[in-house]
C-alpha cells in the first residue's frame, strides 16, 4: 500500500482525488489548513513541520493553491503576488522540501490548469502561474534520482467550480473524472510531463 499525501484534501479536486485513491487501496494522508494534518503551502515552516509529523511517503499531490482573476490592466500588485506565492512559490517549496521526505521510486504531482495552454480573457495571471509550473516540472525531473518523478496536472475548469460561480458547467467534467487523470501519473512511469483530463 503506497503512503500518499493529498495537500488541499478539503478543495474540489483534493477531495475527489483522496476519496478515488481510498478506492484503489492507496493509504492517504489529507492535509490542508483545515484538517487536523494542517499544511499551509504559502509557509515554509508549515511545510517542514508537516513532513517531520508525516514521515517517509510514497506520493505527494497537491491539489492547493491560489491564484486571481481580473482583467490584466485591473490587477493589483496584491492579486499578482497570491498567484506568485500561493500556487507557484507554495509548490515549489512543496518540492524541495518534500523531496527530502520521498522514498526512492515517489512521485510528486502538481496542480496547475488547463489555462496555462488554453487561455481565458482575464486569467493572465492564473495562466502566468500554471506556465511556471509546467516548466519548473520538466527542469526539476531532469534532477530527480533514485526513480523519483514530478507530474504537473493542468485540471480544466470542473463543473463543482463552474456552477458555485454561476456559470454553465454543462461542458465541463466534474472533479471526480479529473481525480482519474491524478491516479493515471501515480500509476504511470512518465515525469517531467504535464497531465491533461481524458475527454
Not at 478539503?10 to 484538517?35: C, F, M, P
Not at 518540492?95 to 487561455?119: D, E
Amino acid at each position: 500500500m503506497k503512503k500518499t499525501v493529498v495537500i488541499g484534501a478539503t478543495g474540489t479536486i483534493g477531495e475527489a482525488v483522496s476519496e478515488l485513491l481510498q478506492t484503489k487501496d492507496y493509504e492517504v494522508t489529507k492535509a490542508s489548513r483545515n484538517t487536523d494534518n494542517k499544511i499551509d503551502i504559502e509557509d515554509l515552516g508549515s511545510i517542514e513541520t508537516f513532513f517531520e509529523k508525516t514521515g517517509q511517503v510514497d506520493a505527494i499531490i497537491c491539489a492547493a493553491g491560489d491564484a486571481s482573476f481580473g482583467a490584466f490592466s485591473k490587477l493589483t500588485d496584491e492579486q499578482i503576488s497570491i498567484g506568485l506565492k500561493s500556487k507557484l512559490m507554495g509548490q515549489v517549496n512543496l518540492c524541495r522540501i518534500g523531496l527530502q521526505w520521498l522514498n526512492a521510486n515517489g512521485v510528486i504531482i502538481l496542480t496547475g490548469g488547463i489555462f496555462a495552454h488554453q487561455p481565458w480573457p482575464e486569467t493572465t495571471n492564473i495562466a502566468m502561474v500554471n506556465a511556471a509550473l509546467e516548466g519548473f516540472g520538466k527542469a526539476l525531473a531532469l534532477e530527480l534520482n533514485d526513480g523519483r518523478r514530478v507530474l504537473v496536472a493542468h485540471p480544466p475548469f470542473i463543473k463543482e467550480t463552474a456552477e458555485a460561480m454561476q456559470m454553465d458547467g454543462s461542458k465541463c467534467p466534474p472533479a471526480s473524472e479529473v481525480a482519474n487523470t491524478y491516479l493515471q501519473g501515480l500509476e504511470s512511469e512518465e515525469t517531467g510531463i504535464a497531465l491533461y483530463v481524458n475527454k
